[in-house]
């Protein structure tokens, strides 16, 4: 450690301050409260708790000679703010495992047009599934939205330098660009529900009826049409692949043992949901499906 002060000392010299009923954070010149962690078992032995004793709770902080409050301390891990990250995994695991579920659907485009037909049929005969499945949509993703931009609010409120400045600087590009992502993400679901649910965009006027599989040859021979959903999968490929990772991360799996793992397991999801999605508007590109 950087002080000169041994684990029994401190304790001492803490014990004296916490009977007296003053907080000098001068004394612990040097200390973080990470690194204080190791010293809670000689502290608690010195204190004298476990022999009658009333134990206590020493806080280090972070920042030596400055007197901040338990509050400001630990800032970063107020419950609120864990509760927000917690929303945003399990909403996030539901959005990721929905574009699994998509995807698996619209593959069938590969096996004909009575495949993805009888599918969609099949979806729309069972009216309770397929509500009950946009509801737990919906309700997602207005509670990924919302708890999105009250977290990105309070990175970027918390970027004024020191650790979470050098952190922001050694993030990952798709870590980087999350919130950026997202709302292009946001902009292209809009305009799939245009295209493909209301049909109200980019289908000529067309009415194609139960006949899916012609209103998605027609929707991507559209050039543009094809390009916008191509890049927009690759973002979503950007999005998922920290996404998931933060998922790892708040429900405590991601540690230094399965961090690599996890991470390339995240990666390798989001490039088989963009590359699935991809498929089908650069083979009708190409003619492979038509």
């Not at 929303?87 to 990721?96: D, E, I, R």
Request: charged share 15%; glycine share 10%.
């Amino acid at each position: 450690m950087a002080s000169g002060f041994s684990g029994p000392d401190v304790a001492a010299a803490a014990r004296d301050r916490a009977w007296s009923g003053r907080v000098e954070p001068e004394a612990y010149e040097g200390f973080s409260h990470r690194g204080a962690f190791p010293l809670i078992p000689p502290l608690l032995a010195a204190s004298g708790v476990g022999r009658g004793a009333t134990p206590y709770l020493i806080v280090f902080a972070s920042r030596p000679r400055s007197a901040m409050s338990a509050s400001s301390c630990c800032s970063s891990c107020r419950p609120s703010s864990i509760g927000k990250k917690v929303v945003m995994a399990l909403t996030g695991l539901v959005l990721a495992g929905f574009v699994l579920g998509h995807m698996t659907g619209n593959l069938l485009m590969f096996k004909g047009p009575e495949a993805i037909n009888a599918y969609a049929a099949w979806l729309h005969a069972n009216k309770g599934l397929l509500w009950g499945a946009r509801a737990v949509l919906i309700i997602s993703v207005f509670a990924h939205i919302w708890v999105g931009i009250q977290l990105a609010l309070e990175n970027r409120a918390s970027r004024d330098g020191g650790p979470a400045a050098d952190a922001t600087r050694r993030a990952t590009i798709a870590s980087r660009t999350m919130p950026y992502s997202g709302v292009v993400i946001l902009g292209f679901v809009v305009f799939h529900l245009l295209h493909y649910t209301f049909r109200t965009v980019a289908l000529g006027g067309v009415t194609f009826g139960d006949d899916v599989y012609k209103m998605l040859i027609a929707g991507f021979s559209n050039k543009l049409v094809s390009y916008f959903y191509i890049v927009s999968m690759l973002l979503l490929c950007l999005h998922l692949s920290h996404g998931v990772s933060s998922v790892f991360q708040t429900l405590g799996l991601r540690n230094e043992r399965w961090r690599a793992r996890l991470d390339g397991l995240a990666l390798a999801y989001a490039w088989i949901i963009a590359l699935g999605f991809i498929s089908i508007p650069l083979a009708v590109l190409t003619g492979c499906l038509k």
